[in-house]
Structure formats: C-alpha cells, structure tokens
C-alpha cells in the first residue's frame, strides 16, 4: 500500500461545478502539500499545511491530522484548472527531509 | 527572480551510454532534491542535499545514479550505463531551508528517454 493514496485517479467536470480531490496518508508527516502539474512537467506548489485551512482564490486546501486525511476544493472550475493534482507528505527521518508523493488526480474540466 | 532552471530539457540517449542532468536551484536556496517520475506516477524521491553534501541518498535506485553538488549550489546527476528502465522525467527542486516541510520549488524537468 503507497504511504499517500489520492482519489480518484481521473475527474472530468464541467466548467463551474465544485471540485473535491482527496488524500490520505499512512505515516507521520511535518507537513502535506498540493501540488498542480501541467502538461509539459512542471509542477507548482499550491498549498503547504500542517494543520486546519488555507485558502488561495478558487482554491482551498483542509488537513485532519488525526484522521490523516487532507481535501483539495476548487470552487467554480474552469478549463485552465485542468492539470494533475498531486498530493505529498513532508517526512523528517533522520535529520533529512523528503517528499513522498501520490500518483496524482488528473483533473478536465470542460467548457 | 529566477527560478529553478534545468538542463537539457530533453535528452535521447542509447541504451549503456552515461549522461548527466544539470540543476540550477534558486540563488540561496542550501536545500536541493532530485526526483524521478515515471509515466502516469507521481515523483520519487532519489537525492537530498543541504549545502554540498548529500544529506540523504537512499532513493538512489542503484550505484550507476550518483549526484554532486560540489559548490552547493548547481547539481549534476549522473547515470552511467542507462537502461531503457531509466526513462522518465527528472525534476529538481530547491528550498531555503528544511524545517517543518518547507515549500519546495520545482524546475521543468529533464525528460530522459533511453532507446
């Protein structure tokens, strides 16, 4: 079992409708973070939170430490939301720090 | 300011030939980390180093990766002996420091593809 499991894998929406993208985690973590992947490769960091809510614009990223599980909300979607949604755990072991990374939610939303 | 710059931005290699990944992290920034991503996966981590030291490198999947960052700044991977197995994207990325999850920022990658 991956220590970072998203849901689902693919989400098709229609342009304007609320979106959720789920992530839940197996191990200890400092911190979780969302990321967004556009085609080509690069990848931009949305949110790093640790506890509670954070939003920015559209978006709103909730964490719930004790039930390991965090949520990413876009709120009236759009084409241009549309990329891979990638959910990571910062883990400190032994002094150093990595990110370990789910498979990632491929999000379209159509017009 | 600039941001985390990688080159080559593609790079075809023949199977048992070496090739090198170049990374240029955000100026100040001591904290710099190699992943690999495979098609449809997210990214693995592979390297981690804090200043010119690797830091952690248990995500090297064997001895022909290795990773320098002699000045601690710029990075170079190194693949000796490719396989068709290494084919993926490369990504770094570079923080200011490691402390309670700090935001990583993350270049556009080396697409490497082993023939």
């Known amino acids: 079992k991956n220590e970072v499991e998203q849901s689902p894998q693919n989400l098709t929406a229609q342009e304007g409708e609320f979106i959720t993208i789920n992530c839940s985690y197996s191990v200890g973590i400092s911190a979780l973070h969302w990321l967004q992947q556009h085609p080509g490769g690069g990848i931009v960091s949305l949110f790093m939170?640790?506890?509670g809510k954070k939003k920015h614009g559209r978006l709103i990223a909730t964490i719930n430490i004790q039930e390991k599980h965090s949520s990413l909300h876009i709120t009236a979607s759009h084409p241009r939301d549309s990329a891979v949604y990638i959910c990571?755990?910062?883990?400190?072991?032994?002094?150093?720090?990595?990110?370990?990374f789910g498979k990632g939610t491929k999000l379209t939303v159509n017009p | 300011g600039a941001g985390v710059s990688q080159t080559p931005s593609n790079k075809v290699t023949e199977k048992g030939k070496y090739v090198e990944l170049r990374c240029d992290p955000i100026s100040g920034h001591t904290a710099l980390y190699w992943y690999r991503q495979s098609l449809g996966q997210g990214p693995e981590f592979l390297i981690y180093?804090?200043?010119?030291?690797?830091?952690?490198d248990s995500g090297l999947p064997n001895d022909r990766f290795f990773a320098v960052r002699p000045e601690g700044s710029v990075s170079t991977l190194k693949i000796q002996r490719t396989e068709r197995g290494d084919s993926a994207v490369y990504l770094c990325?570079?923080?200011?420091?490691?402390?309670?999850?700090?935001?990583?920022?993350f270049g556009p990658g080396t697409r490497l593809t082993v023939l």
């Open positions: 939170l640790s506890s």
């Open positions: 990571a755990v910062s883990r400190t072991q032994g002094g150093s720090e990595k990110l370990v």
């Open positions: 990325a570079s923080s200011s420091y490691v402390s309670r999850g700090h935001t990583q920022y």
């Open positions: 180093f804090q200043g010119t030291g690797a830091a952690d």
